[in-house]
């Protein structure tokens, strides 16, 4: 299968902890973003990356996240000081290139439970 | 208010019914439209693009207004598996940032 690879699927941690999420994209893909979302939402921009360039962020996303793409591959997302807040799926996503037509796919989520 | 507004709904229809969901955006400048469907605790599926002709596949059509910022989707013969949530995007130029609405519940039943 070559789509959209997140792993891992489910993870639960204590308030406080760090975790790290790991996307990798459709190999052939560019643009690689990520989105949280909660129950009864649309998916919320986080970040996205063409190739290794971090292009935009979001004005939500508080200094406790990170996210990276070190050789415009696979991407990781951290969360530092996790809060029971943060629970959440979190989506991500690739595309072709950058042009405006190129649609998303997304990988299956890391659902994140912070107790 | 929010970029990207949907009806929550739920729409509840019977089987063979013709279904239209709305969607406003607030940026006038938004390049690209599409409409993604997602299953209960799945992630979201591109349904389909839309474009400013209007563009139809199968029993699904998307149309886009630019002057009035709004994009419609109709679903005719409504079948069981047709119950998703829907949800409405929009992007900006160059592939940037794609801002989602909170979608749209539609149950068929039989």
């Known amino acids: 299968d070559t789509g959209v690879s997140q792993n891992p699927r489910h993870k639960i941690t204590k308030r406080g902890q760090n975790v790290t999420f790991r996307c990798d994209p459709i190999?052939?893909?560019?643009?690689l973003y990520w989105y949280r979302q909660t129950l009864g939402q649309g998916p919320e921009f986080l970040t996205y990356?063409?190739?290794?360039?971090?292009?935009?962020k979001s004005r939500l996303l508080s200094d406790r996240f990170s996210a990276e793409r070190p050789k415009g591959s696979f991407s990781t997302l951290e969360i530092q000081r996790t809060e029971q807040g943060d629970s959440a799926m979190y989506l991500c996503a690739s595309s072709l290139d950058d042009t405006s037509n190129s649609p998303l796919h997304f990988g299956n989520g890391t659902r994140l439970t912070v107790t | 208010r929010k970029e990207v507004e949907q009806d929550p709904g739920p729409f509840n229809v019977p089987e063979g019914a013709t279904v239209a969901f709305n969607c406003t955006y607030s940026n006038s400048a938004s390049q690209s439209f599409f409409w993604y469907r997602q299953d209960c605790r799945k992630e979201p599926k591109l349904l389909m693009s839309?474009?400013?002709s209007g563009n139809e596949d199968g029993r699904f059509t998307a149309q886009l207004n630019r002057a009035s910022q709004y994009i419609s989707l109709l679903i005719r013969d409504s079948k069981l598996s047709d119950s998703a949530t829907y949800l409405c995007v929009v992007r900006g130029r160059n592939a940037g940032k794609s801002t989602f609405g909170d979608g749209t519940t539609l149950t068929v039943k039989p």
């Open positions: 990356f063409q190739n290794e360039a971090q292009l935009e």
């Open positions: 190999s052939e893909h560019n643009r």
């Open positions: 839309v474009y400013s």
